[in-house]
């Protein structure tokens, strides 16, 4: 047994959260969650998503402005 596994591979594991570049609270919530290393903005296109990411605002930024839509 080993302590550097603490949970097994689920079929819902997304592999690309081991991105450094992946906003794993944005991706947790269903979002892509790219992070834009110049920006530090976060896409915020579903997981996923087949077109180019959207780095419209940072992850903080969007959270705080979709709580209140
Ligand atoms: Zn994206």
Redesign the pocket.
């Known amino acids: 047994m080993t302590l550097s596994a603490p949970r097994p591979a689920g079929a819902g594991e997304r592999l690309d959260l081991h991105n450094s570049s992946i906003e794993e609270s944005a991706a947790a919530a269903g979002h ?1 969650g ?1 992070t834009d290393l110049h920006t530090g903005r976060v ?1 915020q ?1 579903p997981a996923h ?1 087949v077109h180019s ?2 780095f419209a605002a940072t992850w903080a930024t969007a959270a705080t402005a979709s709580r209140g839509a």
């Open positions: 892509c790219m896409c296109e998503h990411c959207d």
